[in-house]
């Protein structure tokens, strides 16, 4: 299992306590892969931009109109998380419906 997430979040420090297994991946100095990054694209569309970050707000119009895949290649941290990978099915969010569906209670 892969985390990817930001050490400074909170909600991914959450994550991270609870799967202790899971190998963390920093976004900001690590990056995602494309493979993945295209493929959680395609499985959450827009709501995997986090359009109330600081890091949206400090985009101006015309880097906001550039498509999704690229914004997030630009600006890693633009990415909703945690973005958890698991037996090659992804995972967004740490949300009661994210648990259920790693088998967490």
């Not at 306590?17 to 993945?36: H, I, M, N, Q, Y």
Request: net charge neutral.
């Amino acid at each position: 299992m892969r985390l990817y997430g930001l050490k400074t979040c909170d909600t991914c420090r959450k994550a991270l306590k609870t799967l202790p297994d899971a190998e963390f991946v920093d976004v900001r100095s690590d990056g995602v892969p494309d493979a993945v990054l295209s493929q959680a694209l395609a499985d959450f569309g827009d709501a995997l931009l986090n359009t109330r970050s600081a890091t949206w707000r400090g985009l101006d119009d015309n880097q906001r109109a550039k498509a999704p895949l690229e914004l997030l290649k630009q600006h890693p941290t633009l990415m909703k998380r945690p973005l958890i990978e698991k037996g090659g099915e992804l995972f967004l969010g740490w949300t009661a419906e994210t648990l259920t569906q790693l088998g967490i209670s």
